[in-house]
């Protein structure tokens, strides 16, 4: 069964804190995605991550970074979280170019 | 510039009404697209998706979609639809030299009314 993993699903953080969203998936797909989704805004990619080690901002990169060391997952970190980037996070994989993205369920987070 | 435009932030239609939601995109060579809809609290699941081919695609729960590309157009349909369709809609376009990078419309809200 096919399928993208976020952990923790909520979290509450007080501003200054530091944040650690992780994702995985079990099908071995090379390319795995970080976004955030606000009202009215739609998704918006803050990392693209090609393979292990091997990543690239996105749009909306700041304040965000990220770590590949397995295939299999893909950490999002914010350093100091602020109250902006309170938000709904999505990890996402692809099998290839292209092709159709696997949505974990998202985290939602809360910076006090 | 690659963009994607949904026109319509909410839709209403009562229960067993035909829908069509809207997308245009602006991409000058040839796009992959794709509908996503999102239920509350969840992530996004694909509908259907268009590559090449026959410009009328068929997706999962009775839904279809049509690539037009002399109207840089993917309207996506239901000739009837239940009040469980009621969800968020993406339209996304996958285009250009690195198809890894996504453009997702802002969505359109759908509520079906019983």
């Known amino acids: 069964d096919m399928k993208v993993t976020q952990m923790p699903r909520y979290l509450i953080k007080r501003m200054g804190e530091n944040v650690l969203l992780e994702c995985g998936q079990d099908?071995?797909?090379?390319?795995m995605y970080w976004y955030r989704q606000d009202p009215g805004l739609g998704l918006q990619l803050i990392y693209i991550?090609?393979?292990?080690?091997?990543?690239s901002e996105g749009d909306i990169p700041k304040g965000y970074r990220v770590s590949r060391k397995k295939r299999e997952h893909f950490s999002l970190i914010l350093d100091s979280a602020k109250t902006n980037q309170t938000s709904v996070y999505f990890c996402?994989?692809?099998?290839?170019?292209?092709?159709?993205?696997?949505f974990g369920p998202g985290t939602r987070l809360l910076v006090l | 510039a690659q963009s994607v435009t949904q026109p319509d932030a909410r839709v209403t239609v009562s229960e067993g009404a035909s829908l069509q939601l809207r997308c245009k995109y602006s991409y000058s060579g040839t796009p992959y697209l794709f509908w996503y809809v999102q239920y509350p609290r969840q992530g996004l699941q694909l509908l259907l998706k268009?590559?090449?081919?026959?410009?009328v695609v068929q997706g999962v729960n009775g839904f279809e979609a049509e690539f037009s590309k002399s109207n840089s157009s993917f309207h996506l349909r239901k000739a009837s639809v239940h009040w469980s369709d009621s969800a968020v809609y993406f339209c996304?376009?996958?285009?250009?030299?690195?198809?890894?990078?996504?453009?997702f419309g802002k969505g359109t809200h759908l509520h079906v009314l019983p």
């Open positions: 996304v376009l996958s285009a250009g030299t690195n198809a890894y990078k996504v453009i």
């Open positions: 996402a994989s692809i099998p290839g170019q292209g092709g159709t993205q696997y």
């Open positions: 991550s090609y393979d292990v080690d091997s990543n």
């Open positions: 099908m071995s797909h090379e390319t």
């Open positions: 268009y590559y090449s081919g026959d410009p």
